[in-house]
């Protein structure tokens, strides 16, 4: 069989990012941009936890420790679903923003979810 360039067409495709797709009938999905789920179990619970958090905290009263805790929640879902994991920084501040703002979350079973998940993953 010959090769597309023995054919004279010549085709050649270098860098590609994204989806495409060559020839007849052919679909393509592209899940680029989508959430990843997270790969290890403590980390999928911690997203879990963290998602029910912040629909909870949708309905209390906003106050700036509140305020600053729904920050670090979404910057931790966001990480979680870019890279799969809530590195140790990331984990050591939305431990930070979770006892600031722990008059709300000692009132909310998510809150508590969240906590453990945390001190699982961070060793205490």
């Given at each position: 069989?010959a090769?597309?360039?023995?054919?004279?067409?010549?085709?050649?495709?270098?860098?590609?990012?994204?989806?495409?797709?060559?020839?007849?009938?052919?679909?393509?999905?592209?899940?680029?941009?989508?959430?990843?789920?997270?790969?290890?179990?403590?980390?999928?619970?911690?997203?879990?936890?963290?998602?029910?958090?912040?629909?909870?905290?949708?309905?209390?009263?906003?106050?700036?420790?509140?305020?600053?805790?729904?920050?670090?929640?979404?910057?931790?879902e966001?990480?979680?679903?870019?890279?799969?994991?809530?590195?140790p920084?990331?984990?050591?501040?939305l431990?930070?923003?979770?006892?600031?703002?722990?008059?709300?979350?000692?009132?909310?079973?998510?809150?508590?979810?969240?906590g453990?998940?945390?001190?699982?993953?961070?060793?205490?």
């Amino acid at each position: 069989m010959a090769t597309a360039d023995e054919r004279g067409r010549g085709i050649h495709i270098g860098s590609v990012q994204g989806a495409f797709a060559i020839g007849d009938n052919n679909t393509v999905t592209n899940h680029q941009g989508s959430a990843a789920p997270a790969t290890d179990p403590a980390q999928e619970e911690l997203l879990r936890a963290v998602r029910a958090l912040r629909d909870d905290l949708a309905r209390v009263v906003e106050t700036p420790e509140v305020t600053a805790l729904t920050a670090q929640l979404a910057d931790t879902e966001g990480e979680i679903a870019e890279t799969g994991a809530a590195g140790p920084g990331r984990l050591a501040r939305l431990r930070t923003a979770l006892a600031d703002a722990g008059s709300v979350v000692g009132l909310l079973a998510s809150g508590a979810a969240v906590g453990q998940a945390v001190a699982a993953l961070a060793g205490g």
